[in-house]
């Protein structure tokens, strides 16, 4: 089992940044990915942006030249900083893991809210 805390989430103004974090706990030496997940009512989650263990990235492409994910092994943590950001980008927003095994979880979510 992994466990997921996040923080960092909160209210910008359009133009503005903010830096999610997300630490796992638990099994963790069985992550492979880690990324982050958004979500606005009435529609699907979707990717934003994860890294492999090896360091590669993908990015959707609405947040490319915007958003940077990071990851820190050895805290178990991923980050996302989040630049330029604009009203689209208003979401909740959710850390993933994908283990080894391809077993993945969530964390809770935090709202980010760009005010135009």
């Known amino acids: 089992q992994v466990q997921l805390v996040e923080s960092g989430g909160g209210l910008v103004q359009a133009g503005g940044s903010l830096r999610l974090s997300c630490t796992a706990s638990?099994?963790?030496?069985?992550?492979?990915?880690m990324g982050w997940y958004r979500q606005t009512p009435g529609k699907q989650r979707e990717l934003v942006a994860d890294?492999?263990?090896?360091?590669?990235?993908h990015y959707a492409d609405s947040v490319k030249g915007r958003f940077t994910i990071t990851r820190d092994a050895a805290k178990n943590t991923v980050y996302l900083q989040m630049n330029s950001l604009k009203p689209e980008d208003t979401a909740v927003y959710y850390c993933?893991?994908?283990?080894?095994?391809?077993?993945?979880?969530w964390g809770q979510g935090t709202q980010v809210t760009v005010s135009s």
């Open positions: 993933h893991v994908r283990t080894r095994l391809y077993t993945g979880y």
């Open positions: 638990g099994n963790t030496l069985s992550i492979n990915v």
């Open positions: 890294i492999s263990s090896d360091s590669s990235t």
